[in-house]
């Protein structure tokens, strides 16, 4: 689903994030992408997700080779991938409703659709009953999970999350965590950049390890790290 | 772009719109008194062209005769020409109380009657056909007593060239008004635009297109040119029809005849209101430009 063929990245201000990094993610995978900061993580959630372009190398992405997209075609790409963020980037003057809806409007989805999957997918994520509530009248944990519903209401095949959990305490965490376990079990692809030890520990899931921009060790059913805490 | 998308498209420019009202205004004021300036040279332009015609049609040769000339063999001379449609003898005394009456004043010149009147004897001579008033001019110069033949050449020429000058300055003036309208669109659209940065950040991450992100701006910005250009053109039909008309009434405008009809009025009013409108499309698409590279 995932291939990343010798991909370098450096920033215009001249620091190098990746160096030499090849990698591949089947379809249905959980991967986690972990590493101190500066490792690279989020440089290359970014270049999956097609914010910008890597300085060399290959990312095919669904059998695309998304480093040639035309801007058209970087849209169309978007709208198959969900992304959560760390900071969540809901709309603060707009309803959770219309926060989950947007990303359906965006696609151009009927009112009827629109209607009908929001709140399915906001009681999927456990919000069931505060669709009109506005995001700062949630917690940290409630705002990621409306993230979380916006990223996976146009039934994308592909989540990227760049420190879902960066922002929230250890037991709101995991509940997030066990909510991108549902929608990966359900046969979406979830790659996700975390410095969270414990998380990666616990849920035991593929792990690819980057220090100074290269890959360190990539593993199934990973740990965090080999050295004890 | 489905419907749905033109819809929230709709209420965005809207909201928009609602968000910077009074720059919205200052900005379709701009853009009237722009276009405003533009249409008024326009009318002008079309009104200068009519008038051009009008005194080709009715061009009449005034032919000056020597004091000593044989009135009678002049006559039969231009007679024989060919093209003459008429020839009108205005003799000097009737030239004097022409002269006096044009100046207001019959009494001003009464000194000047009879010997003492300046004015030569003379004829107007029409042509059966405009284009043959200058070959006629010329022959009838070459008569002997014949001092001078003038069709107004110099009228026309000096028309000519005030629309031209006109043309110039008003073509100036107007493109730099509608530089000015422009850039003040590109401003009022980047407020917009800020104070909806994270939307459209979230939006091209959600996979909108450019499109669908550009289009609630370019109707915002197409909205204030169309507005202004309204407010433009009606004010400027007004005080035209109003012009028009107090120039038909008035004797002395007799020659200038104000065009009025529908067809050379409509493609100036319609064009403008196009203009405007693409002005404000064009404001718009400047301004998004540069922050749809997400």
Redo the contacts between chains.
């Keep these: 689903m995932i291939e990343v063929q010798h991909v370098k990245m450096v920033y215009p201000n001249g620091v190098g994030a990746l160096n030499d990094i090849s990698v591949s993610i089947e379809q249905s995978e959980f991967v986690f992408i972990v590493g101190a900061s500066g490792a690279g993580k989020s440089t290359l959630i970014r270049l999956i997700?097609r914010?910008f372009l890597p300085s060399s190398g290959s990312i095919r992405v669904f059998g695309k080779e998304i480093t040639r997209l035309r801007?058209?075609e970087v849209?169309?790409?978007?709208?198959?991938i969900g992304?959560v963020f760390q900071d969540f980037?809901l709309?603060d003057n707009h309803s959770i409703f219309d926060n989950v809806a947007?990303?359906m409007?965006?696609?151009?989805?009927?009112?009827r659709e629109v209607r009908r999957r929001v709140p399915e997918s906001l009681e999927m994520v456990g919000l069931t009953g505060k669709a009109k509530m506005k995001p700062h009248e949630l917690s940290g944990g409630e705002q990621q999970r409306v993230c979380l519903a916006?990223a996976i209401i146009?039934q994308p095949s592909l989540i990227i999350a760049d420190e879902p959990t960066g922002n929230l305490d250890p037991k709101t965490s995991m509940e997030i965590m066990e909510l991108l376990r549902t929608i990966n079990i359900r046969g979406t692809t979830v790659m996700m950049a975390t410095h969270d030890s414990e998380i990666v520990n616990k849920m035991k899931q593929r792990v690819i390890r980057l220090a100074d921009g290269k890959i360190e060790r990539d593993e199934q059913r990973g740990v965090y790290s080999h050295y004890a805490h | 772009?489905?419907i749905?998308?033109l819809k929230?498209c709709l209420r965005q420019s809207v909201v928009s719109l609602k968000r910077n009202f009074w720059l919205a205004v200052v900005t379709s004021c701009i853009i009237a008194v722009s276009l405003a300036i533009l249409g008024g040279f326009l009318l002008m332009a079309v009104n200068a062209g009519q008038l051009i015609r009008n005194v080709e049609s009715n061009v009449e040769i005034g032919v000056f005769l020597y004091a000593d000339a044989d009135v009678s063999a002049v006559q039969k001379q231009i007679n024989s020409l060919e093209g003459v449609n008429s020839v009108t003898f205005v003799s000097k005394d009737e030239g004097l109380v022409t002269f006096s009456n044009s100046l207001g004043d019959p009494a001003l010149l009464a000194g000047l009657k009879g010997e003492d009147n300046p004015l030569p004897d003379a004829y107007r001579v029409k042509a059966t056909d405009t284009a043959l008033v200058a070959g006629l001019a010329e022959s009838i110069r070459a008569m002997p007593g014949v001092e001078m033949a003038d069709y107004g050449e110099e009228l026309v020429g000096r028309i000519l060239k005030i629309t031209g000058w006109l043309n110039t300055l008003f073509v100036g003036i107007s493109v730099l008004l509608a530089l000015g309208a422009v850039f003040l669109i590109v401003t009022t659209i980047r407020l917009s635009v800020m104070a909806r940065l994270?939307?459209i950040?979230?939006?091209?991450?959600?996979?909108?297109?450019?499109w669908?992100i550009r289009f609630p701006f370019l109707l915002e910005g197409m909205a204030m040119g169309w507005v202004g250009t309204l407010v433009s053109t009606i004010a400027l039909g007004l005080a035209y029809s109003k012009l028009a008309t107090s120039l038909r009434q008035d004797a002395f405008a007799f020659f200038i005849r104000p065009v009025t009809s529908v067809e050379q009025l409509a493609p100036i009013f319609v064009g403008l209101l196009l203009l405007g409108t693409l002005m404000g499309g064009i404001g718009s698409l400047i301004s998004v430009r540069k922050f749809l590279r997400?």
């Design positions: 997700g914010e801007r058209r849209s169309m790409f978007r709208r198959s992304v980037r709309l947007f990303a409007q965006v696609v151009g989805a009927t009112p916006r146009n | 772009m489905n749905n998308s929230y994270e939307e950040g979230i939006m091209k991450y959600l996979g909108a297109s450019d669908y997400v």
